[in-house]
């Protein structure tokens, strides 16, 4: 037998054999340890969550306590499986003919249900119970659930079902009423961070810290992807350091893309289109970019939002204080958009500039920029370019500060003409009643940036909208009057005179 026939790949290697070994799952290893030590123990159950957090795993887990025997022979079901007996061998080998693992993806059909029911009704061969073990059990097809109802509410005594999907909405009421529902959380960063750590010092490799801790943050808190890419890193290398996972993987170097993040805030085209280019030259994916700089924009408004401060090594402790939150949020709505508009054309790279520049443009740089930032420095932007002159908080207070800016034509635009639909910070999205012939949404937002020194987007849209300003302030007036002629007052005016008209102003 060759090398290649015995190798186990890190996923396989490391799997769990006690409950205590789940990583990241906690409450739920308890949980089901007690119902093993209590004999609570249900005919089914369903492990919901998304890839691999331990779903398979822990049906294992459940089928190895169930039919354990202990190392003498002569032990019964367990919390805490001995792992050397023939049952718990079999079973870690998939070789246990009571352990029937099946992969509903390829068995959808009430046939397949069929034939699995029918080998139902006989005793177990070699261990204690029957156990099923039905993955990503919402592919099955709506008879094949009609044909397992009956048999999930009174299986037979020796036969228990243990069902695992990522789709728990597709699965059917009537399946789920009859399982013990588990759903299994992402594992944190921090705990993965500490499980390859530690799968990397059995292993003998030594590793940096942040290097570890990038696999972890790829893995979005799976356990197997991030094994999986773990062992594509590691192969022929002593040490396994970030740079080496940057290369290996195609990421995309963190100082670049923090480097072309402060040019957009600082309105360097120039800069930002040059460093978009390199990157795309050393095979950067246009979508990856743009999906990296939305991370940024993830990390910049979270901290701001905690008012808390970056790393020391971050390109942005410097000016971290002069960015605004408003400014950020737009950024990342333009450039989440952007994701969506590079995936639609085969002009993906030339795409990828037009919305760099549009975050720029959206910011009122118009190209002018400021300072270039270098890799080890960050930019020197004017802290006073990002606050705000002064501060509108609705629509309303927009017509009026264009009322005292004496703007009438675009205040009286905004108060008759226009319905608003959204408003946020930055955003105005309008239903105008009249067209815009002469490029009034233009000024509007032009007139904004300069009035707030905050960039504004201002669109028109054919959603319905709210009335008018001035609709709305008609009709709180004919409510009012309507209301007043109605009062008891001018009732009894009306009887005092009769014939008289009242008039309510």
Same mark, same amino acid.
């Given at each position: 037998?060759?090398?290649?026939?015995? #190798?186990? @790949?890190?996923?396989?290697?490391?799997?769990?054999?006690?409950?205590?070994?789940?990583?990241?799952?906690?409450?739920?290893?308890?949980?089901?340890?007690?119902?093993?030590?209590?004999?609570?123990?249900?005919?089914?159950?369903?492990?919901?969550?998304?890839?691999?957090?331990?779903?398979?795993?822990?049906?294992?887990?459940?089928?190895?306590?169930?039919?354990?025997?202990? %190392?003498?022979?002569?032990?019964?079901?367990?919390?805490?499986?001995? !792992?050397?007996?023939?049952?718990?061998?079999?079973?870690?080998?998939?070789?246990?003919?009571? @352990?029937?693992? @099946?992969?509903?993806?390829?068995?959808?059909?009430?046939?397949?249900?069929?034939?699995?029911?029918?080998?139902?009704? #006989?005793?177990?061969?070699?261990?204690?119970?029957?156990? #099923?073990?039905?993955?990503? @059990?919402?592919?099955?097809?709506?008879?094949?659930?009609?044909?397992?109802?009956?048999?999930?509410?009174?299986?037979?005594?020796?036969?228990?079902?243990?069902?695992?999907?990522?789709?728990?909405?597709?699965?059917?009421?009537?399946?789920?009423?009859?399982?013990?529902?588990?759903?299994? %959380?992402?594992?944190?960063?921090?705990?993965?961070?500490?499980?390859?750590?530690?799968?990397?010092?059995?292993?003998?490799?030594?590793?940096?810290?942040?290097?570890?801790?990038?696999?972890?943050?790829?893995?979005? !808190?799976?356990?197997?992807? !991030?094994?999986?890419?773990?062992?594509?890193?590691?192969?022929?290398?002593?040490?396994?350091?970030?740079?080496?996972?940057?290369?290996?993987?195609?990421?995309?170097?963190?100082?670049?893309?923090?480097?072309? #993040?402060?040019?957009?805030?600082?309105?360097?085209?120039?800069?930002?289109?040059?460093?978009?280019?390199?990157?795309?030259?050393?095979?950067?994916?246009?979508?990856?970019?743009?999906?990296?700089?939305?991370?940024?924009?993830?990390?910049?408004?979270?901290?701001?939002?905690? !008012?808390?401060?970056?790393?020391?090594?971050?390109?942005?402790?410097?000016?971290?204080?002069?960015?605004?939150?408003?400014?950020?949020?737009?950024?990342?709505?333009?450039?989440?958009?952007?994701?969506?508009?590079?995936?639609?054309?085969?002009?993906?790279?030339?795409?990828?500039?037009?919305?760099?520049?549009?975050?720029?443009?959206?910011?009122?740089?118009?190209?002018?920029?400021?300072?270039?930032?270098?890799?080890?420095?960050?930019?020197?932007?004017?802290?006073?370019?990002?606050?705000?002159?002064?501060?509108?908080?609705?629509?309303?207070?927009?017509?009026?500060?264009?009322?005292?800016?004496?703007?009438?034509?675009?205040?009286?635009?905004?108060?008759?003409?226009?319905?608003?639909?959204?408003?946020?910070?930055?955003?105005?999205?309008?239903?105008?009643?009249?067209?815009?012939?002469?490029?009034?949404?233009?000024?509007?937002?032009?007139?904004?940036?300069?009035?707030?020194?905050?960039?504004?987007?201002?669109?028109?849209?054919?959603?319905?909208?709210?009335?008018?300003?001035?609709?709305?302030?008609?009709?709180?007036?004919?409510?009012?009057?309507? %209301?007043?002629?109605?009062?008891?007052?001018?009732?009894?005016?009306?009887?005092?005179?009769?014939?008289?008209?009242?008039?309510?102003?």
């Amino acid at each position: 037998m060759s090398i290649q026939d015995n #190798y186990k @790949v890190l996923a396989r290697r490391t799997r769990p054999l006690r409950f205590s070994e789940l990583i990241g799952q906690e409450s739920l290893s308890n949980t089901i340890k007690n119902a093993l030590s209590s004999g609570r123990i249900a005919h089914s159950f369903i492990f919901t969550g998304t890839r691999g957090v331990g779903k398979t795993t822990t049906a294992r887990l459940i089928a190895l306590a169930l039919n354990c025997v202990g %190392k003498d022979g002569k032990g019964g079901i367990t919390s805490e499986p001995c !792992g050397v007996c023939s049952q718990c061998i079999s079973i870690q080998e998939e070789r246990h003919v009571d @352990v029937i693992e @099946v992969d509903a993806a390829t068995r959808t059909g009430v046939d397949d249900v069929r034939q699995l029911m029918e080998g139902m009704s #006989y005793k177990p061969v070699m261990g204690r119970f029957k156990v #099923y073990i039905i993955d990503e @059990v919402h592919m099955l097809s709506k008879s094949a659930f009609n044909a397992l109802l009956k048999t999930l509410e009174e299986p037979p005594a020796h036969v228990k079902f243990i069902f695992a999907t990522t789709e728990i909405r597709k699965v059917p009421l009537t399946i789920l009423s009859r399982c013990q529902r588990y759903d299994l %959380k992402r594992v944190s960063i921090e705990t993965l961070s500490k499980h390859f750590a530690r799968i990397l010092t059995e292993e003998g490799t030594s590793f940096d810290r942040d290097a570890v801790e990038k696999i972890a943050y790829l893995a979005n !808190g799976s356990v197997r992807d !991030g094994l999986s890419l773990l062992e594509q890193v590691i192969q022929g290398q002593e040490r396994l350091t970030l740079k080496h996972i940057e290369g290996t993987l195609g990421l995309l170097d963190k100082k670049d893309v923090e480097i072309l #993040y402060l040019h957009i805030l600082s309105g360097n085209a120039k800069q930002a289109l040059e460093i978009a280019s390199k990157l795309y030259e050393s095979h950067a994916d246009p979508v990856q970019i743009i999906e990296d700089l939305l991370s940024v924009s993830h990390q910049l408004s979270t901290l701001i939002t905690l !008012g808390q401060k970056p790393s020391n090594d971050s390109s942005f402790s410097k000016d971290f204080d002069g960015i605004s939150l408003d400014t950020v949020l737009l950024i990342w709505t333009i450039l989440l958009k952007g994701i969506e508009e590079v995936k639609m054309t085969s002009l993906s790279f030339e795409t990828l500039e037009i919305i760099l520049i549009r975050a720029i443009y959206i910011q009122g740089f118009q190209g002018k920029g400021v300072k270039a930032p270098t890799k080890n420095e960050s930019v020197e932007n004017s802290k006073g370019a990002f606050q705000n002159k002064y501060t509108v908080q609705s629509f309303e207070e927009v017509v009026a500060l264009f009322k005292k800016k004496k703007e009438p034509i675009l205040a009286s635009y905004l108060k008759h003409d226009v319905g608003l639909i959204r408003f946020a910070p930055g955003y105005i999205e309008l239903n105008a009643t009249k067209k815009d012939s002469h490029g009034l949404r233009g000024q509007i937002s032009s007139l904004l940036k300069e009035y707030t020194q905050t960039p504004w987007e201002v669109v028109f849209s054919s959603q319905s909208g709210a009335l008018s300003i001035a609709d709305q302030k008609e009709q709180q007036d004919k409510e009012k009057r309507e %209301k007043a002629l109605e009062s008891d007052a001018a009732q009894a005016a009306t009887k005092l005179f009769p014939g008289a008209k009242i008039t309510v102003k």
